[in-house]
């Protein structure tokens, strides 16, 4: 992911994420805390994007894409593979056809590895008693 960022022009942050809102993966500027944010910031307008879709679009729930453009960056969200989504933060001036098309080749070159399966429940999870 650190490649997605040397090569396109005003990207500055990645990150990975399941369809739960859980960080997967991030570049490095991206402080712990600051992951865990943006991962359910992406989480919510993905999950938001599936419900437009699934009403006013085909009908299949199916989104390519998402962004939010804001004072001071954008926002970009792309699927990455099945449950996975891959955010971009870049500045307000980057190129936004360039910053998508890097990020469809960082999904297609991962390809497999970025997929998430979901939890199996909802519930904390505890170590069996010894």
């Known amino acids: 992911m650190q490649g997605l960022l040397e ?15 859980l960080k997967l993966c991030r570049t490095p500027e991206l402080s712990v805390d600051q ?5 359910a910031i992406a989480a919510g307008i993905q999950s938001l994007s599936h419900g437009a879709s699934a009403e006013f679009g085909d ?20 699927e990455a593979g099945e449950g996975a989504h891959l955010a971009v933060i870049a500045a307000e001036d980057a190129d936004a056809g360039l910053v998508g098309h890097t990020m469809a080749e960082l999904v297609e070159q991962l390809g497999e590895h970025l997929r ?6 909802g519930g904390p999870h505890t170590l069996p008693a010894s």
Do not use: C, K, N, W
């Not at 992951?35 to 991962?39: E, F, I, R, T, W």
């Not at 199916?62 to 960056?73: K, L």
């Open 7 to 21: 090569r396109t022009p005003g990207a500055r942050h990645a990150l990975v994420l399941s369809r739960d809102g």
């Open 35 to 39: 992951a865990d944010q943006l991962a």
């Open 59 to 78: 009908g299949s729930g199916g989104v390519r894409s998402a962004m939010a453009e804001f004072y001071g960056g954008i926002l970009f969200i792309v």
């Open 116 to 121: 998430a399966a979901p939890r199996a429940d």
